[in-house]
């Protein structure tokens, strides 16, 4: 059974910066990818940066790009997902998940091609 859990969220100040982790029950190079997502009040969930498991090729949404960075640690079978310079807007819980799917580039940020999902954490950027 895959399990991810999501760990890292709170409440930070605008400019501010927050480590969201991802503790994964497989090793991290079992699946093709592992996504970071979130959704805000009222919003449909959004894909918010990417990996490939095979070849480390990162995607990120464009308005994170500059200002989020995903990484992977596979000793720790552990993602990161490394948020600078918060926004208001950036407010929304937050999610991980993986999948085992040869999936393309195009689809690399969308929620639909993922099977496994953590429970989410909370990210409030706000003065």
């Known amino acids: 059974q895959v399990q991810l859990v999501e760990s890292g969220g709170g409440l930070v100040q605008p400019g501010g910066s927050l480590r969201l982790s991802c503790a994964a029950s497989r090793f991290t190079l079992d699946y093709y990818a592992v996504g970071w997502f979130r959704q805000a009040p009222g919003k449909e969930r959004e894909g918010v940066s990417s990996l490939k498991s095979s070849d480390g090729l990162t995607y990120y949404a464009d308005s994170v790009k500059g200002r989020f960075t995903i990484s992977r640690d596979n000793a720790k079978n552990t993602y990161y997902l490394q948020m600078n310079s918060l926004k208001p807007e950036d407010t929304a819980v937050y999610y991980c998940?993986?999948?085992?799917?040869?999936?393309?580039?195009?689809?690399?940020?969308?929620?639909?091609?993922?099977?496994?999902w953590g429970q989410g954490t909370q990210v409030t950027v706000s003065s």
């Open positions: 998940a993986a999948t085992w799917r040869r999936i393309g580039v195009i689809q690399m940020l969308q929620s639909w091609v993922y099977d496994y």
